[in-house]
């Protein structure tokens, strides 16, 4: 099923490659919840994969926004289990909140898949450290950690689900650490290979590239939409730690590397856009 989900035509970056290089290494909650972190990812499949269609099932459009918005509700009484409501906590969602590919939706509704297809083998503590986990790869947001551990202890307050606070610590941090990994090219010291992984993004943003007859134009939009992505990120928000892991000094470094990067990353993306309007001026002329 994961390999179902992640083997969609558009699926460049976003695939199982990228899936197993979070898995190296990870503890067995990271690895878990990394598996099933991407299984839903709307602007990219364009909507939900096939076989997530019971999880599809739980949302719906709202009213007067357009199809192309990929916004998508969670229905009331989709709280069919405890377990749901959980997750729904430990992600800050209420039933009929507007949620969109950048707000949360693939990664509550990837949650929500793992923990309906996992309830009967594992504990509903262990599920909850996964969703945690899930939820943590949301990426840059400032104080994420800081707001996340605090809706776990309120749902574990509110459900008796068991954890003390060392464990709340230790979930949070574990649950950095996956998101940590997730962003992990960031802080790549070979900027090449840094770049050489966000051009793969460019098709799962721009879906025309893919097709046979893609035109320059095309490349020059999508390179500028991806300027624009660049261009708006935080540094000091693409990696995070809490309660001291990673040591500050550790955070400190990859953020540093971070932001070397993406300005590395908007001088390519400029020079891009410039040659590729160079070579559109010539093709008319």
Not at 3 to 21: N, T
Not at 99 to 117: H, K
Request: proline share 6%.
């Amino acid at each position: 099923e994961i390999v179902d989900c992640m083997s969609g035509p558009r699926r460049c970056f976003h695939g199982l490659a990228h899936v197993l290089k979070l898995v190296s290494g990870a503890s067995p909650v990271q690895a878990l919840a990394a598996l099933y972190h991407d299984v839903v990812y709307v602007q990219v499949d364009g909507g939900f994969p096939a076989a997530a269609a019971d999880i599809a099932a739980m949302f719906y459009s709202p009213a007067g926004v357009p199809s192309g918005a990929l916004l998508s509700c969670l229905r009331e009484g989709s709280e069919d289990s405890e377990l749901v409501s959980v997750v729904m906590d430990v992600f800050g969602v209420q039933a009929g909140e507007p949620l969109g590919p950048f707000t949360g939706l693939n990664e509550l509704a990837s949650s929500l898949l793992m923990v309906r297809r996992l309830g009967r083998h594992l504990p509903a503590k262990a599920l909850v450290r996964l969703a945690v986990a899930v939820e943590a790869t949301r990426p840059f947001r400032a104080a994420a950690p800081v707001k996340l551990s605090a809706r776990l202890n309120s749902a574990n307050i509110s459900f008796g689900l068991g954890f003390d606070d060392k464990e709340v610590v230790q979930v949070t941090q574990e649950a950095v650490g996956l998101s940590n990994r997730d962003v992990g090219d960031f802080a790549h010291l070979d900027a090449a290979l840094f770049l050489s992984g966000s051009w793969l993004l460019l098709p799962e943003g721009t879906p025309r590239l893919l097709a046979a007859d893609a035109r320059l134009g095309d490349w020059r939009h999508a390179l500028g939409k991806m300027l624009t992505f660049i261009s708006s990120l935080k540094p000091p928000t693409i990696f995070n730690a809490f309660e001291g892991s990673p040591p500050p000094q550790v955070v400190a470094e990859l953020n540093c590397r971070a932001e070397a990067n993406v300005v590395r990353a908007r001088a390519y993306l400029r020079a891009k856009i410039l040659g590729t309007a160079l070579l559109e001026a010539l093709l008319v002329r």
